[in-house]
């Protein structure tokens, strides 16, 4: 192999060289950049889960109070109509006292 063969040779391992630093660079700018938009994408996610989940809890904590009231009132209800229930007992008593006096 001639002087200036070698020459080529050497001149064209540098080139592959830088050529192959340069694709290494590239990479870790690309994976660099992946690594922030992924962060990015994360970030945006998190703060649309948390405003779900307030929702959610918001959602939740209505249905909760409907849920309170209407049982209340159904015991309210279930309340009344034994008070109703005790006041008919003793209405019928007191009839039937006045009756059997008579």
């Not at 994976?31 to 996610?45: C, G, M, R």
């Not at 006041?87 to 006045?98: A, P, R, S």
Request: hydrophobic share 30%.
């Amino acid at each position: 192999m001639s002087t200036e063969g070698i020459k080529q040779l050497a001149q064209c391992e540098e080139q592959a060289r830088e050529r192959i630093n340069e694709a290494k660079n590239n990479f870790r700018e690309v994976k660099k950049q992946a690594i922030k938009d992924a962060e990015n994408v994360v970030s945006v996610l998190k703060v649309k889960n948390q405003q779900k989940l307030k929702e959610l809890e918001k959602q939740v904590e209505e249905y909760l109070e409907l849920f309170e009231r209407t049982e209340k009132e159904k015991f309210e209800m279930k309340i009344k109509d034994l008070e109703n229930s005790k006041n008919e007992e003793n209405l019928i008593e007191e009839i039937m006292k006045k009756i059997c006096e008579k």
